[in-house]
């Protein structure tokens, strides 16, 4: 017994050796993390203190060219700082990418290669993880192992490989010691607080840190991201131009996650095709967003261009499934009272009260109910008319600027409920995508149709395809009994 009890110590004080350590590291790595983003903000302020004689000089065409090669460069430096570093902070450097409507063309496709291209690690180290994970290095795992990554995304990279029973696949592995980094970032909580009251002025910061402090973690743990791609496989399996590649379960693991390998043209292959099949991409991704949201009562946070791959006539596979956010139903009602009572009712003073109801609006606020309309109608302009509309980039530009927009009477009243604090990425990055793309489309009839509330009949060669797919499978949600129903 006396041996346990001085077994126990010995291993308690070995236990608490290890945790200083631990802590000492984080500590230090927490520093460095800050140190290299404010080293990064720091050098940019330093190029342009260094060329403010040049711009004073500068007149015109000359000045705003230089400008623009400043900001270029410093875009280059975020691009290759924050991709070096991966983890939240690349997070932030990615939605900036696509989001920040201040950025001249030249910039936002620098800043782009966050998007799916970042510094990949070695062969030997995706190597050590495969082996960590399955017990045996990946040349006896797999049939066929490809040591070249084919992508990369900001914990991650992906392999091509082909399993023993001759499956091709692709094989996302973590990068090792990215948790750590992530617990650095996600300690940095003063620099993330004064970076996200920059970035989103408007937004409960706390509620924000909270929800992104879970998400992220969660996405450290690719069994969750597998169980997510199940989930979104398994609904969407036979749809007639959404597409999401299988999961091999028996090779996916908490630092590997091991799916069918899937190809096609990427997003900015996208951009040379005709408007035509931008418009089907659009569509397809709009239907994705909003069938996943209403009727699996999931949300893929991560709606930025890295993860399409596109096939022509409106087929789009999606990828990465690591930032869901699942919805219950008595989150999702409010929402759909709003758009109910806004866009199909017409009644603004029911949707004010929709709005204090989900949070969204402080009761009572000292506000006239059409300042309130007048407020929030941007982020429903596509759909609140029939007819055809053309997503623009000035139109994502104007929801960007209406989101963070600190100026507006109703600013002081409104917040963003912890709940639905990712599913702004629908306002700050679907409507982005669609207006990269110019996807003209009737949005409204398009909505009627996923609307539970309305359940309006099919308004595109793509919508009858998707009802003949619905018809052929199961309903899936009781919207019967969520007083939401067609009526």
């Known amino acids: 017994m006396r041996r346990f009890f001085a077994g126990a110590a010995i291993s308690g004080a070995i236990t608490a050796l290890a945790l200083v350590v631990l802590r000492r590291r984080l500590g230090r790595l927490r520093v460095r993390r800050g140190l290299a983003a404010l080293g990064l903000a720091a050098r940019g302020g330093a190029r342009y203190a260094a060329s403010a004689p040049k711009l004073f000089a500068a007149a015109g065409e000359n000045r705003e060219r230089l400008r623009h090669d400043l900001a270029l460069q410093t875009a280059e430096d975020v691009a290759a700082t924050l991709g070096t570093m991966k983890g939240v902070l690349m997070k932030i450097g990615q939605m900036a990418s696509y989001v920040d409507d201040g950025l001249s063309p030249a910039v936002r496709r620098t800043l782009a290669r966050l998007q799916d291209s970042v510094p990949p690690m070695s062969p030997e180290l995706a190597a050590r993880v495969i082996e960590e994970e399955l017990g045996m290095p990946p040349e006896r795992a797999f049939a066929s192992w490809d040591p070249e990554p084919i992508a990369a995304a900001s914990i991650g990279q992906v392999h091509r490989a082909i399993t023993l029973d001759g499956r091709a696949v692709a094989v996302k592995v973590q990068y090792p010691g990215i948790a750590e980094t992530i617990a650095?970032?996600?300690?940095?909580?003063?620099?993330?607080?004064?970076?996200?009251?920059?970035?989103?002025?408007?937004?409960?910061v706390d509620a924000?840190?909270?929800?992104?402090?879970?998400?992220?973690?969660?996405?450290?743990?690719?069994?969750?991201?597998?169980?997510?791609q199940r989930l979104m496989a398994a609904y969407f399996d036979g749809h007639p131009?959404?597409?999401?590649?299988?999961?091999?379960?028996?090779?996916?693991?908490?630092?590997?996650?091991?799916?069918?390998?899937?190809?096609?043209?990427?997003?900015?292959?996208?951009?040379?095709?005709?408007q035509q099949e931008r418009d089907l991409a659009g569509e397809t991704i709009?239907?994705?967003?909003?069938?996943?949201?209403?009727?699996?009562?999931?949300?893929?946070?991560?709606?930025h261009p890295g993860n399409y791959l596109f096939h022509g006539g409106g087929r789009v596979t999606f990828l990465d499934f690591g930032l869901v956010k699942h919805f219950t139903l008595a989150e999702l009602q409010p929402l759909m009272q709003m758009a109910r009572n806004l866009c199909v009712e017409q009644d603004p003073e029911a949707f004010r009260r929709s709005m204090e109801v989900a949070g969204f609006l402080r009761p009572n606020a000292p506000l006239s109910t059409e300042t309130i309309v007048e407020h929030m109608a941007v982020f429903y302009d596509t759909i609140r008319e029939p007819g055809r509309l053309t997503m623009t980039g000035d139109y994502a530009s104007a929801v960007v600027r209406r989101f963070?927009?600190?100026?507006?009477?109703?600013a002081e009243y409104a917040s963003i409920p912890r709940s639905y604090v990712i599913l702004q990425r629908i306002n700050l990055g679907l409507f982005a995508v669609l207006g990269e793309l110019s996807a003209t489309a009737n949005w409204r009839a398009i909505a009627e149709e996923i609307w539970p509330f309305v359940q309006g009949?099919?308004?595109?060669?793509?919508?009858?395809?998707?009802?003949?797919?619905r018809a052929s499978r199961p309903a899936t949600v009781p919207w019967e009994n969520s007083g939401l129903a067609a009526q």
Do not use: C
């Open 286 to 303: 709009y239907r994705f967003v909003f069938r996943s949201l209403y009727e699996v009562h999931a949300f893929n946070g991560d709606p």
């Open 184 to 204: 650095a970032d996600l300690g940095n909580v003063a620099l993330l607080r004064r970076m996200l009251r920059i970035t989103a002025p408007a937004q409960d």
């Open 404 to 410: 963070f927009d600190v100026r507006s009477p109703v």
């Open 241 to 274: 131009t959404i597409g999401i590649p299988g999961i091999v379960g028996e090779l996916s693991t908490r630092r590997m996650v091991t799916s069918d390998l899937s190809d096609g043209s990427r997003f900015a292959e996208l951009a040379g095709w005709s």
């Open 457 to 469: 009949p099919a308004s595109t060669p793509m919508g009858e395809a998707e009802a003949a797919w």
């Open 208 to 228: 924000l840190l909270a929800e992104l402090r879970d998400r992220v973690l969660e996405e450290l743990d690719y069994r969750k991201e597998a169980d997510n």
